[in-house]
């Protein structure tokens, strides 16, 4: 291969790959974006409300402990799927994501933080009680979850992304609401 032929194939590789990363960040983003927007929510909603109605009404489980406990609301559950939906509403208009997408990840990204709340009182935890990666990882593995189910189509390497580095955006995140009065917790 000539000098010449030989730059123009490197060129059309590395734009090729530039696509490629192009594309995989995007999903990323756009399949992040629901959840996290949607787990973010009730910490604001649940603070400016200041009187919230727990969504377990209080009652117990079997062991005699809260089956979810006063930190997941009814405000915070259905204001999370809102919010994280008018996401997936503006991302629709550059046909990024469909609402009925984003509301799939809202959606589960609720259940499953209030999954994770209803394993955490079973182990004896209390509210806001650390439980390192199921408070970091259950509202995303439960939102990818019901979307694959839903739409199926996720790329194992965008999963695993996002898996991999969720924990240390909520650390970071739950850090700056705790700095900002909006979270008791820096956790
Ligand atoms: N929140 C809410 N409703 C939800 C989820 C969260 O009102 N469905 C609010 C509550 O005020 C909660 C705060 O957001 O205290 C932080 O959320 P999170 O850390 O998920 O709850 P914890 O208080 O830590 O409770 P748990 O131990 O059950 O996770
Ligand atoms: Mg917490």
Known sequence: MGARAHVSALRIKSSAEGRLVDCFLRRLLVLA????????????VARVLKRTHPMDWERRFIDGRRILGDGKSVEGFFSGIASGTA???????????????AFTLSLGAMLGDALGSFVKRRLG?????????LDQLSFLLVA????????GGLDAFVVATLVAVTPLIHLLTNRLAYKLGLKDKPW
């Open 87 to 101: 996401v997936g509403l503006a991302l629709s208009y550059v046909s990024a994501l469909s609402v009925g997408e």
């Open 33 to 44: 974006a629901p959840c996290y927007v949607a787990n973010a929510t009730p910490v604001i």
């Open 144 to 151: 990818l979850l019901m979307y694959q189910l839903t739409y």
């Open 125 to 133: 935890l209390e509210r806001g009680d650390p439980a390192p990666l």
